[in-house]
Each structure stands twice: as C-alpha cells, then as structure tokens.
C-alpha cells in the first residue's frame, strides 16, 4: 500500500515535486507558510495541515523543501519541531539545498532519536520538477535510500546514493561549482572562436564531439542562436538563474576555505558571477555570463 | 586509384600517421631530418626522398606534421619551399598545431599560386593516432575538404570543418583551451568532495550523471584509482602532458589578447600549468594538475 | 601611577610584548599553559597566576594574545572565564587576531556586563614586538581607546582607532590581504621584468618611485639579493610565513562571502598561497611567493 | 648653447612636452598630421615642417611621442624615415609606450648607421606632462642617457636609466602591470571594510600607515570621497583610463606569455578591466574597477 506522507514546503520545486507524488497515488498532507500555496495543493488533492508538526503526525514519510539552512534548523529542531512530534517509524527527506554542516548537525539529532533522516537535494530546475526529470543526490543509510526509491523515481529520473549523512549536499555543492565552471569556460572558448571569424553553431559541434565536450556545451549551449530551446536563445530568461548560481558558488567557497582545498577556477568563476549579478543580471539565466566577457571593442 | 601522398615529418604523431596511410594501401614518399625515422618509415613500405622539395614533386596530396608555426613557414615559403616544387593540382593538407595566423599566411600564399590547402590539427595523441583514431579540425576550402577525407577516414575517426583557411588551428586552440578548464575544474571538484569524506568513484559517477559531466570527468578521470585506463592510475605518464597543455593555452591567450577578448578561466589555467610545469611536472600527464590542488593540511 | 596589568598567553608575540611593558614599569601579573614561558616572564620581573582568572582579579587591565577565536572565546565566556572574574573598572584589550565576528560576540558580553572591551590586534611581526614597534588596529569605544593608549604607545609605535568593536579585526585583514595581494603583485613584476633582461634592484628602483610603490616592494623585496635585510636574501627564512599570511587570507575569503563582496585578487592570492603551502613551504617567509611564479623554461 | 630640437607626434601628451622644452629656451621644429595641432604649435614658439624627415634634418635631437609600435615603426624605418634623413651626430628619443620588442628593433636599425637612440616611455599623464612632471624610464646607453638628463629635467621630474635598449618600454609595462593590481586589489580591500561597517577613509588611513601601503591607496585612492582631488571624488573623470591600463596590461600579458612566467594577478586585472570596458567604462577612470567589484546585494 501507498506510504502516506507529509510535503513542507511548496514553492517554485515543491509545488510540482508535490504534485507529481499525488498524481502516482500517494495521499499527501501538506504545510506552507503561504495560504495560496496550500490552496493550490488542496486543489491538485493534498489534504492541508495548520503547521508543519500537525502535517507530520500520522504518516510513514516527511518530505521537505526549503530555502535555505536555518529553515531547515527551525523545521526539524526548533522548539514544538518535527523531531518532538514524529514516531520513530517515519522516514525524514530533506531536499533542499543546504550546507552540509547543518545537514549533518540535522541528522544526528534525529539519529539521536532514532529517527532515519536523509539529505537528497535535487538538480534540474523547475522544469525537471514539473517533468518528474529530477536528479537526486542523497545522504545517509543505504537502507534508508532504499526505502525513498520509490519516491525518488516518482519526483526524479535518478537518485544516486552519495555517503552517508551530508553527503548529498557535499555531492550538489561540488557538481554545481564544476557546472558555474563549465559555463563560463564554454563561453570563453565560443568567444574566442566567434572572435576569429568561426560560427558558433560550428565550433560548438566540434567541441562538443573533441575533448571540449561537456553539459554546459552539450544541452545548455550560451551563445543565442545555437540551441533553440537554450535560454541563450530566449533572451537568457531562466533556466537556472545567476544568483542561484552564485549561492551554490558560495557554499563551495565556504567549504574550499573550511577545508584547506584551493579551487582557483571556482574562486573565479564566484567572482565573475558575484560582477555579474551586482551589474543587474541576478535574475537571468547563469549561461549569460557569456555576455560579461565577450569581446572588448575598446581593447 | 589511391592517390600519390607526400608525408613531411616523422615524429611522435607522424610516423604512425603516415603508417596507417601505408596499410590503407596508399603510396607514400617521405621525408624527415632524422634518419632513424626515415628508416623505419621505409621498412613500413615508403620510398624516402631526400629532401622535402623532392618527396612532393610528383605527387597528389603533401600532409606535414611539424612542430611549430616557424618550420611550417620554412617548408612551405622558404627559399626552395614546396611553393616552388608543386604543381596546382596537388592538394596541401598540414596538420601541425600552430597559429592559426601563420596558417592563413601560408594558405594564402598558397592560393595566389593556385594551390589548394588546408589546416588540419588533430587532437587524440599518440594513441589517437596510432589507433587510426584522430579527430581533425579542417580549415580550408568545402570541396577541398571532401577531397580530403578520405585520408582523414583513414587517419582518425572523424573530420570536422571548422570555416574557411587558419579556422582549424581556431577550432583546436578553443578546444584545447576549454580541455584545460575542464580538466582543472574536475580536479577541483573531486578534491574538494574528497575533503568533504566522500568517495572520488561515488562523486564522479554521480557528477557525470549530473550537469558536471565533462570529457575529462567522463573518459580521463584525475584522481588515482578511479579509471583504470587513465593517466592517473599510472603514476601521470603521459597520455598527454603537461608541457603540450601549456603551449596550447599559450596559443589560445596570445589570441585572447590579440581579439580582446576577456578569458579568465583560460588565464587562470594557464598560470597553474605554468606554475606545475616550473615545479618539474612538464612531462607528466596534464591530469596531475589535481596534485597542485589537493588539499593543504596546513591551512 | 602606573596601571596594574593581567597578561594572558606569553607566546611569540605575547612574550615580548608582556616584557616592554615590564621595562616600562607596570606591574604584571601572568598566565600561560607552558610553564617554561611562565618561568622566563617571572624572572623578566612578571608575577605569576595559577590561572587566568587568578591573574585577572584585582588588576586595572588584561591584555590577551592567543592563536585562534575559539581561545579568546573560552577565556573570557567560558564557565569561570574572564567575565566573571573582573570588575567593571577593569579594561579588556585582546590583540589575538581572530574573525571580527567573535570579537564582537564577546565585546558584547563584556557590554553587558558593565566591562569595557578593545579588539586590538597588531601587524609587525616578532621583531616588532620585541623593538616595541608594532601596530595597533583597535575596535570599540574611542574614550577605552585613549585610556589603553598609553600600553600601546610601550608596545607599539602607533595604535589606529578603526571603529566600534571588531573593528580592529576587520582593518587587520583588509590589511593582510591587500599585503598578500602585494607580495603577489610584486613578484610578478620583478620576475617578468627579469625575463626581460632587467636587473632586479634597478627596476624594483624604478617602480619603488613610480606608481608601483607599495609596501612589499618598498621594504620587504622578494627578490634575493636586492634587499640586504630582507628575508629574500637570508634563504627566506621568516620574517611572516607563508601559513600565517594563508591563515590571514582565509579569514578575508570568508568575511568575502558572507558579505557578497568579490575580491578576486585575494580569492587567487589564497589559492596561490594554498598551492605554495601544500608544496611544503609553509613554514617560510612569505614573499617566497615568487619562487612559485618564476619564469618556466619548458613554457 | 640649447640643443635644435625636432618633435614629432603632439597629440595630448605630446603638445605638452613640447611646450615646456619651448618655455625651457629650446628651438623647436615640429610635426604631426593634424594640421591643428601644428598651427598650437606654432602659436606657442615652435616652427612648423612638412614632413617628420623635414623636421628632423638639421637638428641635434628627434623626440617622438606616438601612439603605437607600428607608427613608431613606420617613422624610423619606412620608407623616408629618419634613419635615412638624420646624421650620425642626432640623438634620437622616443618617448611612445610600445612593446620592447619593436623598440629594440629599431634602436638597433639605428645602431648599424651609427646613431644613437633611447626609448623613453613615461608615466605621469595628461597633467604631469603639462607640469614638467613626469617620470622618464630610459633604455639605451648610458652616454646618451646622459646627454638626454637635460630635456627630462625640463619635461619630467626625474628620468631612470633601466638598461639597454627596450629596458624603458619594459620598466614602465611591469609597473603599470603591477598598477593594475595595486588599484585593484586595493579596490578590494576598502570594499570589504566598508562591507564590514568601518569608514572608508579611516581604512585607508591605517592601511597606508601599515603593510597595505601603495601608491594607489597612498595618492589614488579608488572610494569617492576620501580624497578631494582624486578622479573617485570627481566621477571617475580621467586622470588615467580604463582602456590605457588595459592597453598596458595587454602588453604585459603578451610579454609574460612570450616569457613563460606566470603573472596570475596580472592576468586577472587584464581580465576585470576588459570586462569593465565592455560594460562600457573604457573611458572612465582606472580607479572605477571599484565599481566592478562593490557588494553585490544579491550574494
């Protein structure tokens, strides 16, 4: 039988994530702060809650989506939290995109309790969450992944299993820098051929089937005209937005100075974006950083 | 009938280029200033000439692979250069990697004489290019380019054409550019999900599946262990080296400042190959960046 | 009549620093974990305490110089700590160089109870501690300022009053980052000019009464043998090590990020100096920088 | 008696210079392609020629002030250029920012016919030409520096001797490469005080007085305000441009490329400052890089 669960948190990825689950057949019980979210869930077929301890008692899974760590803090272990008011038998899935400290500051509490918890942000937009096309990185015991699979294949195409507690947040942080860097390399090197007369669209294939080939290249090209459906094309609407791009950037610096690691490109790539965003392009999609450096008349 | 070839330059990447012409059927005449590699070249079946200007008299296509910008110049514009030797209806393919402006000089000199050639770099290395495995990026005239694939069919696995004369050279200094980003970048990513306790072969996976996916990622990974066919799991022996990387990434910002263009990722991967190569690194695999950026105990 | 004086943490600066203090005829009353820095304090003519609240009570100021955050946090709010153990006449003055925002913390605390609080880290290094020549960046109210300036004028050479408490702390490593970005700077120009064919004394002459004078350049040349008494030219032998100077820089990149600033100049500096670092150069001076970007035959 | 004196090239640096040497006493015969800068020219004492070589005939020194190595080039060598006009007895100077290597060129074309030749670029702008304020950096032979002290003395207020042939075009491309980074970098580090509460000027004052200390904190400095009678308190009105310091750094870049040394900063300054002429700044002041790097509220 459909595990009955508890969805915190229905905003631009919740809502669709919410949604999906509902249309497989899952009897969902939901809280937002904000009453039009709630209406609209109800609409779709969730059952609302007055707070988020009331939506969590009773069902087999919680499953939250937030902005960031100290929602997430407040959500599980503020006073009158979800830890105090849900048995021991229900599964806990925090898929926001969180540091990892918290995520495992989180976890152990609910460890401590005897709670399963595990951290599985997502990648894929809101168009992946609308598709049900979402990647899931996830954190914490095998069993415990396992067991949300089902769930996973529902909201997502793919759930992998990153570590233990934390590590689904470690795995986002690292693959979204790399992304901040492929983007911006891959525009360097398209200005570069287009400022010596190659075709975009041309050296665009050629990199993309040489050792140049890469995600940023291959399904998200940044120079307008080269893919349709690319935001590139579409006046760089997102998609993906720069100061989303720029959070994720910093959550990796954070962790490259608390670990002693030196990622020069990241650090640039954070700087670039930070210029980028401060300039009045926070809000366009992250490939538009290709608009910062192309080429300079007046060099 | 297979055509008649002339093949100037028997190093590292010619020699088994022009082997594999030789097992295709091809008759080829040669000519290198080392004698070894003339002797064996030989001993595969071509007949040796004594001079470059005599390898491609009598012949229908001349292919040269040489190591930089100044020899090419010399064979093909210098005093008895093959400008001189040819007739029009010879077809000139070089496929060293040099400046793209050096390549347009002699193109162009070429065409004022009625002569029809083409810049063909090739990426793949040794392997690539004993394996019959290359990819060429072509510069050149369309239907020269068709007449030439056939020899690029028999020498890699796919021919690219990039735009019109010096646009090969273009199209593989982007390319080898962004190789250089991606490959940092990876490094950076696995080094600081590493730090973070996670496993290299986990991240990678999922990173790959995820919008990190990249060539180097993919197929060349950087930390030891984790591919067993990559430079990394054999102690960084090339493969493709660090020193072959930064002249490339020379190559790439002199044309970034020649177009005013902003590459800061390039610049950036330039300094740390600078930097590792200084270290005594040059001759390792271009993958050992990952060791200047692994984490510092003492930060 | 002169002041009664508590010191805690007789280090390598700390030492010194408690001593000129002793020449100039305050009454010190000590403490340190290490019973050797406590012997020598004593037969400088200190007093020694069996603890730090002992050597706290009934005196008119504690002076502080610890290694990290944590420390000065236990000392003054930890269970038996400081707080608790001073009047409110009692002036608090800590010179250990920590992030400004734990500097606030417990500034705050001591507010709250009635005691006054500086943050007053120093710049200088050992040899300006012994000489009595160090500098003072200072935080908090401007009349604790002038009450603590007559120790500082024994201590230092000059106490600037940066601003409300943490202050000091800031200053400091907007400081040491421009000076990180300076040594960097500065080796860059020498070594390019040297590639050049230049003497390095007459250009580093030249750009010290141009517009490329700055500290590093002007005092403290990284070049050996252009400086007789700089750590240059004495086998880089600190002077400021290169663990002191990343230490610094970090404390800059976080404060970067968690205040949206982009300081690329600094966030490569760090890299560069992570990199030096871990290449096990740690432990020499800081303008060994320059070796890690001297010219590179292979290039 | 005054040395006859030949001046070629009066656009905004030039028309200056060579207005002190006339105040100075000295007889002078110009030329420029602009008729109207001529007829000023007249108008201040000068006497007009037809050509460069007209003007050059008969004299004891040429000084030129052009804008780039190919006008340079073109003057000296091209076809009736002043090699083959002047006698061996003529002092050539000139005073264009140029690469090296096209100084070393034509010194040396001169050198074969027995005239002497300095390049002597300077620094000090618009405003310290028309003070007599410049600083001269002179490559050549001593000798003839010597002789040259005299016309630095009127147009500058001290003249370097940084070596043989080019060593002037090299002295000023490492200190204005190192500039670049001293704006930059102190851009930073007031933007992260100000980030962190303090005062800009009360930063700037205790940096100066520190180890931050440069000549673009000390005379320059980049925060609106601080200093009455920098371009910052002036909306950015040059002073010095943001295309002249990217022109510099590009020369720099091209150098430390040809070089194999590593300059990271540099290249990362020639990368900001492209970035902050295509937002369209290239005409503002260089100390407007502040701008490109102020918090950004969306981080």
Redesign the interface.
């Known amino acids: 039988m459909a595990e009955k669960i508890a969805f915190i948190g229905l905003g631009n990825m919740g809502a669709p994530m919410a949604n999906n689950l509902i249309e497989a057949g899952y009897a969902l019980t939901v809280f937002d702060l904000v009453q039009e979210a709630l209406e609209d869930a109800v609409a779709a077929g969730a059952q609302r809650a007055d707070s988020a301890a009331a939506a969590a008692a009773d069902v087999d899974v919680v499953i939250s989506m937030l902005p960031a760590g100290r929602h997430v803090e407040d959500l599980y272990l503020g006073s009158g939290g979800l830890l105090e008011a849900v048995d021991q038998t229900t599964l806990l899935i925090d898929s926001s995109t969180i540091d990892?400290e918290t995520s495992r500051r989180v976890a152990s509490a609910a460890g401590k309790r005897g709670v399963a918890m595990l951290d599985a942000p997502v990648?894929g937009g809101v168009n992946g969450a609308k598709a049900g096309g979402l990647?899931f990185?996830v954190g914490g015991v095998a069993e415990h992944v396992e067991r949300a699979r089902p769930l996973f294949d529902v909201m997502g195409k793919?759930a992998?299993?990153?570590?233990?507690a934390?590590?689904g947040q470690?795995?986002k942080?690292?693959?979204?820098?790399?992304?901040g860097?492929?983007m911006?390399?891959?525009s360097?090197?398209?200005?570069?051929?287009v400022?010596?007369?190659?075709?975009p669209a041309?050296?665009s294939?050629?990199?993309k089937?040489?050792?140049?080939?890469?995600?940023?290249?291959?399904v998200?090209n940044p120079y307008p005209g080269v893919m349709d459906n690319a935001p590139a094309s579409h006046g760089y609407k997102p998609g993906f937005g720069v100061?989303l791009m720029?959070?994720d950037l910093?959550l990796?610096?954070?962790?490259?100075?608390k670990?002693?690691?030196?990622?020069?490109?990241?650090?640039?790539?954070?700087?670039?974006y930070?210029?980028h965003?401060?300039?009045g392009h926070?809000g366009d999609d992250f490939s538009s950083i290709i608009n910062?450096?192309?080429?300079?008349?007046?060099?």
Request: charged share 10%; aromatic share 4%.
């Open positions: 990892a990648s990647t990185m793919v992998f299993h990153a570590g233990a934390g590590a470690v795995a942080m690292c693959n979204n820098m790399l992304l860097i492929l911006t390399g891959t360097e090197a398209i200005n570069l051929a400022a010596n007369g190659l075709d041309v050296v294939d050629i990199m089937n040489a050792s140049g080939g890469n995600w940023a290249l291959n998200y100061d720029l959070k910093g990796a610096m954070d962790s490259s100075l670990n002693g690691v030196a990622t020069p490109l990241g650090s640039m790539a954070r700087s670039l930070a210029v965003s401060r300039a926070g910062l450096l192309k080429g300079c008349p007046s060099d």
